[in-house]
T-cell receptor, first 114, second 115 residues
Framework: DAMVIQNPRYQVTQFGKPVTLSCSQT?????MYWYQQKSSQAPKLLFH???????NEADTPDNFQSRRPNTSFCFLDIRSPGLGDAAMYLC?????????????FGNGTRLTVT | DQQVKQNSPSLSVQEGRISILNCDYT??????FLWYKKYPAEGPTFLIS?????DKNEDGRFTVFLNKSAKHLSLHIVPSQPGDSAVYFC??????????????FGKGTLLTVNP
């Protein structure tokens, strides 16, 4: 089945220790997104790639970076995680960004910062 | 600035009855609306959508109603089943152009369907 896969499902890192979350897709979608979701909050868009074009949200901290080496893979790098970065990180893909194009989500990575 | 609001954090209904999940939005430029369902430990999955040129869209047990003048939409589930117990997110997007791709989510409503 075509899908969006996030690894790992659970990640524990220490305060200030860089961490990378990964996402892969078999849907061959041209757009990949990273969302951050904290408990009882709406998923918040951090950035997205439209093909190779990177689009950062204005309020995404510099501490968050992303890489998309090819169509199938996208990475979220947190350079110096703080306690406030503990959250669920959701990767999503879509075929285009307009109209009723739905996002297809992975199961997320739950990040804990100690 | 929360542009998509789901004011009921939770809703509990009996199996077989109707579930009505509400969503309000403040941005009159939103043209497309999507509902997602999320089970614990899973990512959100797309459920149903509606564009602003319509006021109703139906898919099996799920119907979404849109009232543009009130900036309000609702998701109806009839009949509700225990497997429908999940968090439901409302999301909205503007028409194409510039940064209007962004899908803005509400905080979600936890639906519990009791057997």
């Amino acid at each position: 089945d075509a899908m969006v896969i996030q690894n790992p499902r659970y990640q524990v890192t220490q305060f200030g220790k860089p961490v990378t979350l990964s996402c892969s897709q078999t849907l061959n979608h041209n757009v990949m997104y990273w969302y951050q979701q904290k408990s009882s909050q709406a998923p918040k868009l951090l950035f997205h790639y439209y093909d190779k074009d990177f689009n950062n949200e204005a309020d995404t901290p510099d501490n968050f970076q992303s890489r998309r080496p090819n169509t199938s893979f996208c990475f979220l790098d947190i350079r110096s995680p703080g306690l406030g970065d503990a959250a669920m990180y959701l990767c999503a893909t879509s075929e285009g960004t307009v109209g009723l194009s739905p996002l297809h989500f992975g199961n997320g990575t739950r990040l804990t910062v100690t | 600035d929360q542009q998509v609001k789901q004011n009921s954090p939770s809703l509990s209904v009996q199996e077989g009855r109707i579930s009505i999940l509400n969503c309000d939005y403040t941005n009159s430029m939103f043209d497309y609306f999507l509902w997602y369902k999320k089970y614990p430990a899973e990512g959100p999955t797309f459920l149903i959508s509606i564009s602003s040129i319509k006021d109703k869209n139906e898919d099996g047990r799920f119907t979404v109603f849109l009232n543009k003048s009130a900036k309000h939409l609702s998701l109806h589930i009839v009949p509700s089943q225990p497997g429908d117990s999940a968090v439901y997110f409302c999301a909205a997007r503007r028409d194409s152009g510039g940064s209007n791709y962004k899908l803005t989510f509400g905080k979600g409503t936890l639906l519990t369907v009791n057997p």
